[in-house]
């Protein structure tokens, strides 16, 4: 299987993107979903999590107080939230999708086994 990301682009310091991650074909509520992002140069990042149940979310220290990860399970697709971009925000955004139980657990540093092959999101000073 493979997630798709969607949503990024070319965004002005301070604005906002909403990225999508669609599912198809996966039996969505079996996993927890994790964004990370790569930057040129830099080693890969894990930003959030949301659980299978959608209950409970964990955000990286740098990252908390600006995005936020929603999932609708209806449409197998995880959504993360960026306001207030930075230049330090521009990356290669993916998802992954990690197997849990525990329907209220995740961990961005976990595993996840299906990823998608990236959205760009590029902020502009």
């Known amino acids: 299987f493979q997630l798709v990301e969607s949503g990024g682009g070319l965004v002005q310091l301070g604005g906002s993107l909403r990225l999508s991650c669609a599912a198809p074909?996966?039996?969505?509520?079996?996993?927890?979903i994790g964004w990370f992002r790569q930057a040129p140069g830099k080693e890969r990042e894990g930003v959030s999590c949301?659980?299978?149940?959608?209950?409970?979310?964990n955000y990286a220290d740098s990252v908390k107080d600006r995005f936020s990860i929603s999932r609708d399970s209806a449409k197998n697709t995880v959504y993360l939230q960026i306001d207030s971009l930075k230049p330090e925000d521009t990356a290669v955004y993916y998802c992954?999708?990690?197997?849990?139980?525990?329907?209220?657990?995740?961990?961005?540093?976990?595993?996840?086994?299906?990823w998608g092959q990236g959205t760009q999101v590029t902020v502009s000073s």
């Open positions: 074909g996966l039996t969505f509520d079996y996993y927890a």
């Open positions: 949301i659980s299978r149940s959608g209950g409970s979310a």
């Open positions: 992954a999708a990690g197997p849990y139980l525990d329907r209220n657990m995740c961990d961005i540093r976990g595993d996840y086994t299906y």
